[in-house]
C-alpha cells in the first residue's frame, strides 16, 4: 500500500454540455451532442499551437492522448464554458484531441500527400513508457509528411498490407 494520499476524484455535476433548457431523454442527449459539435467547430489551431499540444500529448504517457491531468494547458484552447454550460476537464480533453487530429487531417490535405487510405487513431508507441501516437495508413509508395508533422514523434505512417479499393465493405 503507498503512503501517498490521492485526492478524490471529481464528481461531476450532471451530463458534459447540460443546460437547464435541454428537453428530456434522447432528445437531451442530442442537444448535449449538437452543442458538443458547435464547440469543435469553433475550435481552431495554428500550426505552431498544433505541434505544441502534439508535443505534449507525447510528453504524457498516461494522457492517451487526451491530456485530462493537464487542466490549464486544455483550457488554453478550450473554454471552461460554451452556450452557459460548464465544459468538464474530460470533455474539453476529448474536443481537444478531436480538433488536434481534424488539424492533422487538414494539414495532410494541405500538403497532399498521396498514397494515405486512412488514419488509425489509436495506436501506442513500441517501446515504454507507451505513448500515444496518431498512425495513418498508405498502400503502394511511402508518401512523405509535410515539415510541420515529420519530426513529431506521435505521427507514424503504417503500411497497409491490402489494397484499399480490393477491400469489401462490411455489411
Known amino acids: ?6 485526492p478524490p476524484l471529481k464528481q461531476a455535476t450532471g451530463p458534459a454540455f447540460a443546460h437547464p433548457q435541454d ?9 448535449r451532442s449538437n452543442r458538443k459539435r458547435r464547440l469543435q467547430a469553433t475550435l481552431q489551431l495554428n500550426d505552431t499551437e498544433l505541434v505544441e499540444v502534439l508535443h505534449k500529448m507525447w ?17 488554453r484552447f478550450v473554454p471552461t ?3 452557459n454550460t460548464n465544459v ?24 497532399g500527400a498521396p498514397g494515405l487510405t486512412g488514419i488509425l487513431s489509436h495506436r501506442y508507441s513500441t517501446r515504454y ?7 495513418f495508413m498508405w498502400y ?5 509528411l509535410p515539415p ?24
Open 1 to 6: 500500500m503507498s503512503d501517498k494520499i490521492l
Open 23 to 31: 428537453r428530456p431523454g434522447m432528445a437531451g442527449w442530442r442537444d
Open 59 to 75: 510528453e504524457d504517457p498516461d494522457a492517451q492522448g487526451k491530456l485530462s491531468n493537464h487542466p490549464e494547458f486544455v483550457h
Open 81 to 83: 464554458t460554451f452556450e
Open 88 to 111: 468538464h476537464l474530460e470533455e474539453a480533453a476529448r474536443v481537444l484531441h478531436d480538433c488536434v487530429k481534424k488539424e492533422i487531417i487538414q494539414c495532410l490535405r494541405r500538403f
Open 129 to 135: 513508457p507507451k505513448r500515444f501516437q496518431f498512425c
Open 140 to 144: 503502394g509508395n511511402k508518401p512523405t
Open 148 to 171: 510541420l508533422l515529420a519530426e513529431l514523434p506521435n505521427i507514424v505512417l503504417c503500411e497497409d498490407k491490402v489494397d484499399p479499393a480490393s477491400k469489401k465493405p462490411e455489411i
